[in-house]
């Protein structure tokens, strides 16, 4: 059973860091990608990045390219978002998920493409 742990969210303000933490178990490391998602209050879930477990490739949505990057351990099947430079309309509830990787150099993006969901670690970004 693929299973999914999203952590290290908390309060910060505009231009602080936070380090968002996926535990993933249940899975080959090497057949999945892991996305990050974000959903704000009222508006729609979005991704934020995406990296494929098997081949590194990652995906930056343009709003958080040069502030957030996404790494693996796979040593301890962990998935990081480190958050820098945080603005307020970073806020929200973020979501780490995960797909069996179909495609080779792509790392999934949209809402659709994931099939396992981790519960939400919310974000706090005062101005």
């Given amino acids: 059973e693929v299973q999914l742990q999203a952590s290290g969210g908390g309060a910060v303000q505009a231009g602080g860091s936070l380090r968002l933490s996926c535990a993933a178990s249940g899975f080959t490391w090497d057949d ?12 729609e879930r979005e991704g934020v990045a995406s990296i494929s477990c098997s081949d590194g490739s990652i995906y930056y949505a343009d709003s958080v390219k040069g502030r957030f990057t996404i790494s693996t351990d796979s040593a301890l099947r962990m998935v990081f978002l480190q958050m820098d430079s945080l603005k307020p309309e970073d806020a929200g509830v973020y979501y780490c998920a995960a797909v069996y990787q179909a495609v080779i150099g792509y790392a999934p993006r949209h809402l659709n493409e994931y099939d396992y969901w981790g519960q939400g670690t919310l974000v706090t970004v005062s101005s």
């Fill in 32 to 43: 999945f990608a892991i996305g990050w998602f974000r959903q704000a209050p009222g508006k």
